[in-house]
């Protein structure tokens, strides 16, 4: 029979955990048994989905935090150390889209806040968590990158350079984890059913991308302890070919 909370006893950290990608894993994490500690900007969204993974017998914790203040980011570790002593899995969802103009028209300020936000912020987690992740059995994180990252889309510019940073960032984090317990991954949601993808493009029919809901099976694989690589970019077009096919 198959195992119908997989991630029993288990303590999950997700950003960007109001709405959307971070929404919809948040929700499955605790519906999979995990502990679920969410993380975002705004309380309101927040408690909501407290109230809704409560409702289906889930457990969370709720963390306001803007985590481009990275003084805060740097007490989650202490923080989580405090109350449970360990980390089993990090899910970095967090991120802004920013500018899309000629990036010789991008202010300084809005090329800091897209690199803080997605790469800077993404460095501070791993620096403050990565003592609770070699604590677990089986410490899993997966950062959410983007196809962007090829830097093949014009006016892209920061949010391009901000994705394909997270990437090398994660992939020579992997490789410093090679000897322990700890994998590793980066996820390319391409083309899906949110409102950063609403903005980034306005006049498409969002109803033909896929729900962020889709991509949960592919989450709940890389943060179980039988994931068994490490440093890669997992692409959900790719995975669920994949999958279609291995199904068959």
Not at 23 to 46: E, K, N
Request: aromatic letters at 6%; proline letters at 6%; glycine letters at 10%.
């Amino acid at each position: 029979m198959k195992n119908k909370k997989p991630l029993k006893d288990r303590l999950a950290l997700v950003t960007g955990a109001s709405r959307g990608i971070g929404r919809a894993v948040a929700l499955a994490l605790a519906q999979a048994g995990a502990h679920v500690v969410i993380v975002a900007r705004t309380i309101g969204a927040l408690e909501e989905l407290d109230d809704e993974i409560r409702t289906g017998g889930g457990k969370a914790t709720l963390l306001q935090l803007d985590i481009s203040k990275g003084d805060k980011i740097d007490q989650i570790g202490p923080t989580l150390f405090q109350r449970w002593g360990k980390l089993d899995i990090f899910v970095g969802n967090a991120g802004v889209l920013g500018p899309l103009s000629p990036l010789h028209h991008v202010t300084e300020d809005a090329w800091n806040q897209v690199i803080d936000v997605n790469l800077s912020a993404n460095w501070r987690l791993i620096r403050t968590i990565d003592p609770l992740l070699k604590r677990s059995d089986a410490g899993r994180a997966v950062f959410v990158s983007s196809g962007a990252s090829s830097g093949k889309y014009a006016y892209w510019g920061p949010y391009a350079v901000s994705k394909a940073g997270l990437e090398a960032l994660v992939k020579t984090y992997a490789h410093e984890l090679a000897d322990t317990n700890v994998k590793v991954n980066l996820v390319n949601p391409g083309p899906t059913r949110t409102a950063m993808r609403a903005k980034a493009f306005p006049g498409e029919d969002p109803m033909k991308q896929p729900a962020p809901e889709e991509l949960v099976p592919m989450f709940l694989e890389l943060v179980s302890p039988d994931c068994d690589f490490s440093g890669r970019v997992v692409g959900f077009a790719e995975w669920k070919k994949h999958h279609a096919s291995t199904d068959a």
